[in-house]
């Protein structure tokens, strides 16, 4: 387990190192920043830096001893503020990452945890963030060992026990008995259901008012005109939309993507990011239309192009893979996909929460 992303109070982490985001000037600022100051001890450890460190460029990093916290270092990284991301902001967030853990192999340190640099009060957008944290780790780690936490959330946002969506239990566990009614009573509460969303159908009530006028022999000719006009508004509104998604009957799971994202007007980077999906698959996808993603790619990449329930399942469909109502991995991205929460870390969260393999590790 040499990279792990966690809910937790940074301050609280029990490894040898801490990494705090830090001000070029000695100066402390809110966030994480406030939050080191004031459990290693504020004036200590801004005395120290003033006294020993001073000044420091954007990337640049510099070790302090962890005073009060448990940590027994502290590795500053001068974190880039973001100014539209055309001034070298990413070469400085990825500085800050690769400077700390080459600081921290040289003092043979073998375990550090990191927040999510800059995304906080220094505005990078936390989903690029992430990616770059996720690179930055993954590359050290190919060549070196050490034990690396990714703490995504600080003392100022949130406890070691609050859930970010309360309900997401509920839903878990709602599924769960589900299924179980269904293998003791089979499909009753789907056909109950089905009939309750047929009652809801325009059509449905046009039928069953047909059917009430017929018994008197009277009135059907209005049921048909009824009809009629709903054919007739269908048209209008739907037809040319419809015709398009027949057209893509036949595509792969590859091509159906590419469709989706150019539906949207998205860009392919904004999906591969978002979905926190390596570009070189993302490439392999876009450019062998008979490429098949694992399903967990498959799944995230629902997530990076925002798709709804009904897109999910197709484009799954299309590689051979279905959402399971007895699977908790499924459920989860159910219920983000369900509930257009399309944040890969709030979802990696609930999968280490329940106890699940995390996505960015």
């Given at each position: 387990m040499?990279?792990?992303?966690?809910?937790?109070?940074i301050?609280?982490m029990n490894?040898?190192?801490?990494v705090n985001?830090?001000?070029?000037y000695?100066?402390?600022?809110t966030?994480?920043?406030?939050?080191?100051?004031?459990?290693?001890?504020y004036?200590?450890l801004?005395n120290?830096?003033?006294?020993?460190?001073?000044?420091?460029?954007?990337?640049?990093?510099f070790?302090?001893?962890?005073?009060?916290?448990?940590?027994?270092?502290i590795?500053?990284?001068?974190?880039?503020?973001y100014?539209?991301?055309a001034?070298g902001?990413a070469?400085?967030?990825?500085?800050?990452?690769?400077?700390s853990?080459?600081?921290?192999?040289?003092k043979?340190?073998?375990?550090?945890?990191?927040?999510?640099?800059?995304?906080?009060?220094?505005?990078?957008?936390?989903?690029?963030?992430?990616?770059?944290a996720?690179?930055?780790?993954?590359a050290?780690?190919l060549?070196?060992?050490?034990?690396?936490?990714?703490?995504?959330?600080?003392?100022?946002?949130?406890?070691l026990g609050?859930?970010?969506?309360?309900?997401?239990e509920?839903?878990?566990?709602?599924?769960?008995?589900?299924?179980?009614?269904?293998?003791e009573?089979g499909d009753?509460r789907?056909?109950?259901?089905?009939?309750?969303?047929?009652?809801?159908?325009?059509?449905?009530?046009a039928?069953?008012?047909?059917e009430?006028?017929?018994?008197?022999?009277?009135?059907l000719?209005?049921?048909?005109?009824y009809?009629?006009?709903?054919l007739s508004?269908f048209e209008?509104?739907h037809?040319?939309r419809?015709?398009?998604?027949?057209?893509h009957?036949?595509?792969?799971f590859?091509?159906?993507?590419?469709?989706?994202?150019?539906?949207?007007?998205?860009?392919?980077?904004?999906v591969w990011?978002?979905?926190?999906?390596?570009?070189?698959?993302?490439?392999?996808?876009?450019?062998?239309?008979?490429?098949h993603?694992?399903?967990?790619?498959?799944?995230?990449?629902?997530?990076?192009?925002?798709?709804?329930?009904?897109?999910?399942?197709?484009l799954?469909?299309?590689?051979?893979?279905a959402?399971?109502?007895c699977?908790?991995?499924?459920i989860i991205?159910?219920?983000?996909?369900e509930n257009?929460?399309?944040?890969?870390?709030?979802?990696?969260?609930?999968?280490e929460?329940?106890?699940?393999?995390c996505?960015?590790?």
């Amino acid at each position: 387990m040499p990279f792990k992303v966690v809910r937790n109070d940074i301050t609280k982490m029990n490894t040898e190192a801490i990494v705090n985001t830090a001000n070029d000037y000695p100066t402390v600022g809110t966030g994480c920043d406030s939050a080191i100051y004031k459990a290693a001890g504020y004036e200590e450890l801004l005395n120290y830096r003033r006294e020993h460190i001073g000044y420091a460029e954007e990337g640049e990093v510099f070790l302090t001893p962890g005073f009060q916290l448990q940590a027994k270092y502290i590795i500053h990284a001068v974190s880039p503020r973001y100014r539209g991301g055309a001034q070298g902001e990413a070469k400085k967030l990825r500085a800050c990452y690769r400077k700390s853990l080459q600081l921290a192999k040289e003092k043979g340190i073998a375990s550090i945890s990191f927040p999510l640099i800059s995304t906080g009060g220094f505005g990078y957008p936390k989903e690029e963030g992430i990616r770059i944290a996720a690179d930055e780790i993954h590359a050290f780690l190919l060549e070196n060992e050490m034990e690396i936490y990714l703490v995504v959330f600080d003392g100022k946002a949130t406890h070691l026990g609050e859930k970010i969506y309360p309900d997401l239990e509920a839903y878990i566990d709602c599924n769960y008995v589900e299924e179980a009614r269904k293998e003791e009573y089979g499909d009753e509460r789907r056909n109950r259901e089905t009939q309750r969303r047929l009652n809801r159908l325009p059509f449905f009530e046009a039928a069953q008012e047909a059917e009430k006028t017929s018994k008197k022999s009277s009135g059907l000719e209005d049921v048909c005109e009824y009809e009629s006009t709903m054919l007739s508004d269908f048209e209008t509104v739907h037809e040319s939309r419809l015709e398009e998604r027949m057209r893509h009957m036949s595509d792969t799971f590859s091509e159906y993507l590419m469709y989706l994202i150019q539906e949207r007007n998205m860009e392919n980077a904004e999906v591969w990011k978002r979905a926190i999906v390596d570009r070189k698959v993302f490439s392999k996808i876009k450019n062998n239309a008979s490429y098949h993603p694992n399903k967990l790619t498959a799944l995230c990449l629902c997530i990076g192009a925002k798709l709804n329930m009904d897109e999910t399942r197709d484009l799954l469909a299309r590689a051979g893979y279905a959402l399971s109502p007895c699977d908790k991995t499924d459920i989860i991205f159910s219920y983000f996909i369900e509930n257009g929460i399309y944040d890969m870390i709030e979802l990696d969260i609930q999968l280490e929460e329940h106890g699940l393999p995390c996505i960015i590790s």
